[in-house]
């Protein structure tokens, strides 16, 4: 019986042995397949040819960042090969790159600007594009912009054309610069909610959503500096580029209903009228005298042209060639709010920016650090801990120096004080010297509930931030010597760093903020400049070749755990998504700001952040 079942059994059991040995080896050549054509795409580099008297179009997508987000290398190749945009940004100094080298490039006969794809950019990003086109100028060559509508960024970006066209349909849209919050105070008491605050500095108005319902006058006084000093600079630039009288200007954006009524109600027309544009073409029209100048594609469908993401594939980008430098100057960028820990993207987290720090001071071959930074400040241990890395640095025998972006205020301030260098563009936003805390207590509201805490502890103390008690005089009284004591560090910081004394720095600190130009007359910047300006000062004191600059990435272990983050939570994707589209601008702004408080981990829950949020200094 035994024999029988076997004879029945064995050929089934042959046939799975065949069937599961063929499945292991489809599986494996299915994976050795997937090895072999991700090792051919990561080796196929396609060829570009850059044809003869074109023109580069420059078309920014998305933002302009100066800190790539974390991609993942298989997708960066698939996007090359595809020609399709890894996401909504646009590195800087690609732009830069591009321009500065097409300028000097016989095959590249004109510049074409497309800005309907820009999104965001600050004034001093765009002022960087700006220099880089005065250079393309100086060499003989023309620019063109064009555009289906101009908001105020994209208008800052074209204006530094020779000739710039309108849609027939479109507007050039002008206003000025604002800012606008939500003052929560009328919200928290319907709520119940108790917003305990600990502040220093008249000026320090970065908590005033939670305990006013409008503007102070002295935050009003703050703003209305430096927004008019950004303001100044933007519309002083377009008037020169544009030859407009500076009266006119002005004139025609304070009364713009009234210039509409004038051409009909036509906005394209308004822009036409005064001198805003040279001239309304359609796409059609565009594509025409576009041919008209450097002649037909090869496929007869298009001018002749390339794109600058192809182009900036037959260059070599700066600041990334090391070979056969002994001496370097390493350059570091951080974006968004400081927080302890790693941090994500759009984030400046302690940890990650230490490593980079720490990579760079423990090259021999780099003589000189430069920092990148764009930020309103954020948790006071967090900057705290970079600054200490940096003056490690430069007891180490570096040179550091600073290069501020739109923004490098308070925390910002904090961990750059005792630089080499500061260097700002004229429209950066710096100081707000000034800490302050806010802890929230929710016991009325519980109790409105019919919930009410209580307990014991083994001290007087142990009740210390509950949040469901109410707050006493005895923790208030601790919090606020708290907040004073860290003011104090933060003075004595500045004081050091910037060799002025204590009564000096109290007389620009408090939490104000100040544009690049009053800072540097204020002695809390010493250069007026961007990032090569930055290089380069940080090359004289490191007596090291200016062109030795390079960028200092993540680390691949960091850049794939920056990715896991990027990508974590679905829901917070979904949550931002819907945000966007469904939350009015000042809302998110408030979001935006109230995000330092809700997600930063600082030790002593104490916090140096001018809560200007950086979208707000934006021009767009």
């Known amino acids: 019986m035994k024999r029988f079942f076997l004879l029945i059994i064995r050929p089934f059991y042959w046939l799975w042995k065949l069937l599961s040995s063929g499945l292991t080896v489809l599986t494996n050549l299915i994976f050795l397949s997937l090895v072999l054509a991700v090792l051919a795409i990561s080796l196929y580099t396609p060829k570009i040819t850059v044809p003869a008297d074109c023109a580069l179009v420059l078309a920014p997508e998305g933002a302009i960042v100066e800190q790539r987000s974390p991609i993942d290398p298989l997708t960066r190749i698939i996007s090359q090969i595809t020609d399709s945009p890894l996401q909504q940004e646009t590195f800087l100094q690609d732009i830069v790159d591009a321009v500065t080298v097409a300028a000097e490039d016989p095959r590249i006969k004109l510049l074409v600007i497309k800005t309907n794809r820009l999104q965001q950019a600050s004034l001093d990003q765009l002022r960087t594009i700006g220099d880089a086109l005065e250079t393309f100028k100086k060499a003989g060559k023309q620019i063109i912009a064009t555009g289906d509508a101009f908001n105020q960024g994209q208008y800052y970006l074209a204006s530094w054309a020779d000739k710039i066209y309108l849609h027939p349909m479109g507007a050039v849209t002008l206003r000025g610069f ?222 550091v120096v600073i290069s501020m972006g739109a923004m490098a205020a308070s925390g910002g301030y904090w961990l750059a004080a005792d630089a080499d260098a500061i260097v700002a563009a004229p429209t950066t936003l710096t100081g707000s010297i000034g800490i302050f805390g806010a802890i929230p207590t929710v016991e009325k509201t519980l109790e409105r509930l019919g919930i009410r805490g209580d307990g014991v502890g083994t001290t007087e103390i142990a009740h210390f931030g509950n949040p469901t008690t109410a707050m006493s005089l005895e923790e208030a009284s601790a919090l606020q010597m708290d907040v004073e004591q860290g003011y104090k560090q933060f003075l004595a910081i500045v004081a050091q760093g910037r060799k002025m004394a204590i009564t000096e720095v109290e007389h620009v600190a408090e939490g104000r903020v100040w544009d690049g130009v009053t800072a540097q007359q204020l002695g809390l910047v010493d250069v007026l400049g961007d990032l090569q300006t930055a290089v380069n000062e940080a090359a004289r004191l490191a007596k090291v070749p200016r062109e030795n600059g390079y960028f200092i990435e993540l680390t691949p272990d960091s850049m794939l755990e920056r990715f896991r983050r990027a990508e974590q939570p679905i829901e917070a994707l979904m949550s931002k998504l819907i945000r966007a589209s469904l939350v009015p601008a000042p809302l998110q702004r408030t979001v935006e700001e109230m995000d330092l408080l809700l997600n930063s981990d600082d030790p002593r829950d104490l916090y140096s952040h001018s809560l200007v949020p950086l979208s707000a200094l934006m021009v767009h």
């Open 178 to 399: 604002s800012v606008f919050r939500l003052y929560m105070k009328e919200m928290l008491d319907k709520l119940a909610i108790d917003f305990h605050i600990f502040r220093v500095g008249t000026f320090k108005s970065a908590v005033e959503p939670l305990i006013r319902n409008d503007m102070s006058p002295d935050d009003k006084e703050a703003n209305s500096l430096w927004l008019g000093t950004l303001w100044k600079n933007y519309s002083d630039d377009i008037i020169k580029q544009r030859r407009l009288n500076p009266e006119t200007f002005h004139e025609n954006i304070n009364k713009m209903v009234s210039q509409l009524a004038s051409v009909g109600g036509d906005r394209a027309q308004l822009a036409l009228a005064t001198g805003l544009v040279d001239g309304l073409k359609t796409r059609q029209d565009l594509e025409q005298l576009l041919v008209a100048q450097v002649g037909p594609s090869r496929d007869q469908k298009s001018f002749n042209h390339i794109d600058f993401q192809k182009y900036l594939q037959t260059i070599t980008p700066s600041y990334t060639d090391q070979e056969g430098k002994k001496e370097l100057i390493g350059i570091i960028t951080a974006t968004g709010n400081i927080l302890p820990g790693p941090g994500a993207v759009g984030q400046i987290g302690a940890d990650d920016l230490i490593k980079r720090i720490r990579q760079a001071r423990q090259d021999q071959r780099i003589k000189a650090i430069v920092l990148r930074i764009t930020t309103g400040g954020g948790s006071a241990f967090a900057s705290e801990l970079i600054r200490q890395e940096l003056v490690q640095a430069k007891n180490d025998g570096k040179v």
